[in-house]
């Protein structure tokens, strides 16, 4: 089968979905940690989350390479065709990266951390994982929220959290990292403060 | 939304929608790096620069069909600035818009911060005409990106100097200085100084678009935001001897309006809104 035919449609329409989407991913960097829903499921590859999905087809155009951690052709394939973004050859490369294997993924050091006078020249990491709650696990705080929030995130090692809590301490730089569970998403920008 | 208010042949919020993933984008960079300006690429709006393009365009970026909206014009709602925004975003949304601080979703504002407190869930788009506090103090780009980046605000604390070395007091009284998340300094926006004291904490995300400087700068909510000051002199708002003579408030933000041709005057709220809800219900209790 070619890829034309292969090919599944975007968002169902583009202008009202992608407001909604983005101003569920605005709203989760606002509030670091806080799981938000995100209101659209575009008929994506199986290997892409609803929210990934969504926030890719929002976000992204042809001035934002993504870097794909599997190289994953059905994936690339389809943002190529709907957002025309170029996929990144190297993670240091990438404005957006997609990652999908928790255990194996690489810390966030390697991908850009933008520089002290262009800290905003940085990526942002989809990271999706087995689950996402509230209800326990690392202790965030930091701009964004009144009291501390818990959160607990499937399949993330514990050396991951110390290398966000690098990410964090090397402010204005770093990476803004968002996880997505499904049609669920919790972001983690470089201010907020990990306690494990 | 009232889809057959919408003016014809434009976008959803006027601007098409790589102008609005660009800005949002910015917007997502600039809530992540609080206070740091970020640039983007600004467009030309049917408005001057200096009317308000920069929050034009923040608003047209994060504007959806159910958001109830609401603009003032220092602190008014029936002001040449505010309505034309207002008029022009009805134009090209078709959103619901409103004059009460409590029911609008997004506010955008020119130089004040409505004395109803803000609510968690409420962005706030301020204009910003010079985004760059440093700006007058050192001209190069260069230097002031070097300056945020090592966060080194000698200057401006020299520059507060100077205000009581000539005055015996800070005399900045707008524009003051503020330093967001104990890291960048930043700029108000054209606010009095007796608005500084609401960007800290807020419950609201707070964006600052600036048009003809191109830049893009937010406070997310409960962020903590110090005016600048000195042991000696600490950072103290405007007190007026007067309460406001329609409402009686005495701790909102007063304007001085002259009212005849003898110059006799009178102090009102500056906000529009906050004043009208407060004479309302005193009618209500009287009644």
């Known amino acids: 089968m070619d890829t034309a035919n292969a090919l599944t449609p975007g968002l169902d329409n583009p202008v009202y979905d992608s407001i909604k989407v983005f101003r569920a991913v605005a709203d989760a960097m606002a509030h670091p940690g806080v799981i938000r829903h995100v209101q659209a499921r575009p008929p994506a590859p199986a290997q892409l989350m609803p929210a990934?999905?969504?926030?890719?087809?929002?976000?992204?155009?042809?001035?934002?390479?993504?870097?794909?951690?599997?190289?994953?052709?059905a994936?690339?394939?389809?943002?190529?065709?709907?957002?025309?973004?170029?996929?990144?050859?190297?993670?240091?490369?990438?404005?957006?990266?997609?990652?999908t294997d928790t255990v194996s993924m690489p810390g966030p050091s390697v991908f850009n951390t933008g520089d002290p006078e262009y800290p905003d020249r940085s990526a942002t990491l989809l990271v999706q994982v087995a689950s996402l709650s509230n209800a326990s696990g690392v202790r965030l705080g930091g701009p964004g929220l009144r009291e501390p929030v818990y959160l607990?995130?499937?399949?993330?090692?514990?050396?991951?959290?110390?290398?966000?809590?690098a990410n964090h301490a090397s402010f204005p730089c770093g990476v803004d990292v968002v996880f997505v569970w499904g049609e669920r998403i919790a972001a983690l920008p470089r201010t907020t403060v990990v306690t494990c | 939304m009232?889809?057959?208010?919408?003016?014809?042949?434009?976008?959803?919020?006027?601007?098409?929608?790589?102008?609005?993933?660009?800005i949002r984008r910015a917007i997502l960079k600039a809530i992540a790096i609080p206070g740091y300006q970020v640039p983007f690429g600004s467009r030309e709006m049917p408005l001057p620069y200096g009317w308000g393009t920069g929050g034009i365009q923040v608003t047209a970026a994060v504007i959806g069909p159910a958001d109830v909206l609401k603009v003032i014009d220092q602190g008014s709602d029936d002001t040449t600035n505010a309505?034309?925004?207002?008029?022009?975003?009805?134009?090209?949304?078709?959103?619901?818009?409103?004059?009460?601080?409590?029911?609008?979703?997004?506010i955008q504002t020119r130089h004040r911060i409505p004395e109803t407190p803000l609510r968690e869930g409420q962005i706030i788009v301020y204009q910003v005409p010079?985004?760059?506090?440093?700006?007058?103090?050192?001209?190069?780009?260069?230097?002031?990106?070097?300056?945020?980046?090592?966060?080194?605000?000698?200057?401006?604390?020299v520059k507060l100097y100077e205000d009581i070395a000539r005055y015996g007091h800070i005399a900045t009284t707008y524009d003051y200085p503020v330093i967001v998340n104990e890291h960048y300094l930043m700029r108000p926006s054209?606010?009095?100084?007796?608005?500084?004291?609401?960007?800290?904490?807020?419950?609201?995300?707070?964006?600052?678009?600036?048009?003809?400087?191109?830049?893009?700068?937010?406070?997310?909510?409960?962020?903590?935001?110090?005016?600048?000051?000195?042991?000696d002199h600490p950072f103290e708002i405007q007190r007026w001897q007067h309460a406001c003579e329609l409402c009686g408030a005495a701790d909102s933000f007063l304007d001085e309006v002259i009212i005849d041709n003898e110059g006799a005057r009178m102090f009102v709220c500056s906000d529009s809104d906050y004043c009208t809800q407060r004479r309302d219900a005193h009618r209500r209790a009287v009644a």
């Open chain 1, 52 to 73: 990934a999905a969504a926030i890719c087809l929002s976000l992204l155009d042809f001035e934002t390479p993504l870097w794909l951690q599997h190289g994953q052709p």
């Open chain 1, 152 to 165: 607990d995130v499937a399949g993330i090692p514990a050396a991951y959290w110390r290398e966000l809590q």
């Open chain 2, 2 to 22: 009232n889809e057959n208010s919408r003016a014809g042949g434009y976008n959803f919020a006027y601007l098409d929608e790589h102008t609005k993933r660009m």
């Open chain 2, 190 to 231: 054209p606010i009095p100084k007796f608005d500084n004291p609401k960007l800290h904490m807020n419950p609201a995300l707070q964006l600052f678009g600036a048009g003809r400087e191109k830049r893009i700068y937010a406070v997310p909510p409960y962020t903590a935001v110090r005016s600048l000051d000195f042991e």
């Open chain 2, 83 to 106: 309505v034309n925004i207002r008029r022009f975003f009805v134009r090209t949304t078709g959103v619901r818009v409103t004059g009460r601080a409590s029911d609008a979703t997004i």
């Open chain 2, 130 to 157: 010079i985004p760059e506090m440093l700006r007058w103090l050192e001209p190069r780009e260069a230097e002031t990106r070097k300056m945020h980046a090592l966060s080194e605000y000698g200057a401006m604390h």
């Open chain 1, 75 to 99: 994936v690339g394939d389809y943002l190529k065709f709907h957002c025309g973004c170029p996929l990144a050859p190297q993670p240091r490369a990438a404005a957006f990266a997609l990652i």
